[in-house]
């Protein structure tokens, strides 16, 4: 009879997760979007997640006006200020957190000009959305990071205990 080995909870993978998705207040509008899912609090009470807002670790407060990416890569606020640099350095941030933190999975945001993973609005801000990825969302995918949605739980799951 085999034995069964279930790993202490240090060695778990570690997941990153949205801060807003999380239940922080960072959205652009100052709410959250928490998940209330058992599959979450479960990886919390794991103690798997690490949280982070990359718009808010790039230095925007909240609130903040909306902003979205343009077709040039940009991304503007609703009220045509430029905030590519934060953008850029909230990305920055979210890739360096994995690095340390050895993390090989991310929950994040939907249509989000951050973390978006599949979906982003069109930059018309006319709520049109478009498949794309935020920057933060590109950033980690790039270096091989798995990003999910708040919509694939489940399939995080299976990869998870796969």
Same mark, same amino acid.
């Given at each position: 009879? !085999?034995?069964?080995?279930?790993?202490?909870?240090? $060695?778990?993978?570690?997941? /990153?997760?949205?801060?807003?998705?999380?239940?922080? !207040?960072?959205?652009?509008?100052?709410?959250?979007? $928490?998940?209330?899912?058992? /599959?979450?609090?479960?990886?919390?009470?794991?103690?798997r997640l690490i949280v982070l807002c990359p718009e808010v670790s790039g230095g925007?407060?909240?609130?903040?006006?909306p902003a979205e990416i343009q077709t040039d890569g940009t991304i503007i606020t609703k009220n045509n200020i430029d905030v590519t640099d934060a953008f850029l350095q909230g990305a920055h941030q979210a890739v360096m957190l994995c690095q340390q933190h050895n993390i090989k999975f991310a929950i994040l945001k939907e249509n989000s000009p951050s973390c978006g993973s599949h979906f982003i609005y069109d930059g018309q801000f006319n709520g049109t959305?478009?498949?794309?990825?935020?920057?933060?969302?590109?950033?980690?995918?790039?270096?091989?990071?798995?990003?999910?949605?708040?919509?694939?739980?489940s399939i995080l799951y299976a990869v998870l205990d796969s």
């Amino acid at each position: 009879m !085999p034995l069964l080995f279930i790993p202490p909870l240090a $060695l778990m993978d570690k997941i /990153l997760i949205s801060g807003c998705l999380y239940g922080l !207040p960072v959205r652009y509008d100052g709410k959250d979007n $928490l998940l209330t899912d058992s /599959l979450l609090q479960q990886w919390q009470q794991q103690d798997r997640l690490i949280v982070l807002c990359p718009e808010v670790s790039g230095g925007l407060p909240t609130p903040r006006p909306p902003a979205e990416i343009q077709t040039d890569g940009t991304i503007i606020t609703k009220n045509n200020i430029d905030v590519t640099d934060a953008f850029l350095q909230g990305a920055h941030q979210a890739v360096m957190l994995c690095q340390q933190h050895n993390i090989k999975f991310a929950i994040l945001k939907e249509n989000s000009p951050s973390c978006g993973s599949h979906f982003i609005y069109d930059g018309q801000f006319n709520g049109t959305k478009v498949t794309g990825q935020g920057l933060t969302a590109a950033a980690l995918t790039k270096m091989g990071i798995q990003v999910f949605s708040e919509h694939q739980l489940s399939i995080l799951y299976a990869v998870l205990d796969s």
